[in-house]
């Protein structure tokens, strides 16, 4: 068994362990809470890339670590990578992680990057039992690879099919949703962890889009390429007072034939995305699959019927940023 | 009176050839490659499987999709996905739909596009698309046995 192999068995493995539901730590002050004024200054997003990402199919979990760890600390500006988790995250929260894992093997969340945010937490200070790894569905978490962990005492990985929705509605503009309560019951603060991708009708789907995974009805949400749907269920209060930062697992981008995992549309950008403004990371993200479309001699997304209007409205929204001169992008 | 019936008895049989499926076009046991986790999607619960995704389909006709993993001998893994469309001409259209760019056309249904570590073919109202998860020149020839295998269920199903 390979060390990468053992390593994720290990995580999977433990995955056990408890939901204590809402007792988890509601009210408490989160540490970290993601600032959405963007006239507070730039918002910073910062790229990091290693082209010797890749072992096999798949990256090489040591190498995505330390990738892992020179992101968070650009981000924060810190030397080393546990004063960034703990400026992010507190001991006695409860911390999602929302994954994406719709499209399966292939285009979602890495299991990889999801054991190293793991280890991370816990260094930080988060105990394991205190982690829930959530997504839409479980059926879900499982083709990208995940097991499912229910127990009481260890790390959880469920979909919102086990974890349940609130019964009263959340709304805000065009968007009227039952709130998944693993958002505003379980979890203190939100890791959002998004894939760099295409999507056929709404252009790209990348943090903003990721929180369709918690509300009941995304399939409502999809007309006039998601504008404004994607921004106004991303103005519903929990979501934007619990996500705290994106880091968009970019192993792979896929630049056309989105949400479904292509693999003749994807290519190995190695890298990851951090960025607690989410509009500067989706403009951002937007900015690199464009480029990929142009050099493979696809038409931009505009010209396709599908430009995500939604990342202007979200901006709008005060959400964030898309004006590409308050976006500090850094290379890392 | 009799022409009623005569009309009745033809509604019912084309009641009944409508409701006829291909028993199961994923085989069990195929090309080296064994059948997974299968999962069976209505129309209106494929957003369920592919989310946003699902709206061409359904501009397309989709009545329901098949879906399955598998996995070959030598480890590789495959996703296989059967859409069952309500007229061939739906089948065509996603067909068609899809960028031709990077493809090789394959032998295989009444179309076929292999691009390597995915292909799609379509026969009569069927849609199909297989998807691995490894990239060799091996894996898209195990790929289009697989395609073929199911090619030979479909052929000759409503």
Request: glycine share 10%.
């Amino acid at each position: 068994m390979s060390r990468t192999e053992a390593s994720r068995r290990r995580f999977l493995g433990g995955c056990l362990a408890g939901l204590t539901g809402n007792a988890c730590g509601q009210g408490r002050a989160p540490a970290g809470q993601a600032k959405q004024d963007p006239a507070a200054g730039r918002s910073r997003v910062v790229i990091a890339r290693d082209p010797a990402l890749r072992a096999g199919g798949g990256p090489d979990s040591a190498r995505l670590g330390k990738l892992l760890d020179r992101l968070m600390q650009a981000f924060y500006g810190v030397d080393n990578a546990l004063e960034a988790w703990r400026r992010l995250v507190r001991p006695g929260e409860v911390i999602g992680l929302k994954v994406n894992c719709l499209a399966g093997k292939g285009a979602s969340t890495h299991p990889e990057l999801v054991e190293a945010i793991m280890e991370r937490l816990q260094q930080a200070g988060v105990r394991s039992r205190d982690i829930l790894v959530w997504d839409r569905l479980s059926e879900d978490l499982e083709s990208a690879g995940y097991r499912i962990a229910t127990g009481r005492d260890r790390a959880r990985v469920m979909g919102n099919d086990l974890l349940g929705y609130e019964d009263e509605l959340s709304a805000y503009g065009s968007a009227a949703s039952l709130l998944a309560k693993a958002l505003t019951q379980i979890c203190d603060g939100v890791i959002n962890l998004p894939v760099l991708k295409d999507h056929g009708i709404v252009g790209v789907t990348l943090a903003l889009k990721n929180l369709f995974g918690a509300v009941h009805n995304p399939n409502k949400y999809h007309p006039n390429t998601g504008d404004p749907y994607v921004a106004d269920v991303y103005m519903l209060p929990p979501i934007r007072q619990k996500v705290r930062l994106a880091i968009c697992d970019a192993v792979s981008g896929q630049y056309e034939g989105g949400p479904s995992y292509m693999p003749q549309w994807s290519w190995p950008f190695n890298g990851l995305l951090a960025a607690r403004d989410p509009v500067a990371l989706d403009w951002t993200g937007w900015q690199i699959l464009e480029q990929e479309r142009a050099r493979r001699g696809l038409k931009p997304l505009r010209d396709a019927g599908r430009e995500p209007k939604w990342i202007a409205t979200a901006a709008r929204h005060g959400l964030g940023t898309n004006d590409p001169g308050r976006i500090e992008r850094l290379e890392a | 009176m009799r022409a009623l019936g005569w009309t009745a008895l033809l509604a019912l049989a084309a009641a009944a050839g409508c409701a006829r499926r291909a028993p199961d076009p994923l085989p069990a046991e195929a090309a080296g490659w064994s059948k997974g986790r299968t999962r069976s999607f209505a129309a209106a619960e494929l957003w369920r499987y592919v989310n946003g995704d699902a709206e061409r389909y359904l501009q397309a006709g989709v009545v329901r999709t098949l879906t399955a993993e598998y996995r070959s001998r030598n480890g590789s893994e495959a996703v296989a996905d059967v859409h069952e469309m309500s007229a061939p001409e739906g089948a065509r259209r996603l067909f068609e739909s899809e960028p031709a760019a990077g493809s090789r056309a394959i032998q295989v249904g009444e179309a076929g596009r292999s691009y390597g570590p995915s292909l799609t073919f379509r026969r009569g109202r069927y849609f199909v698309r297989l998807v691995a998860y490894q990239d060799s020149a091996e894996i898209a020839e195990a790929l289009i046995a697989l395609a073929r295998a199911v090619d030979a269920r479909l052929r000759g199903a409503p």
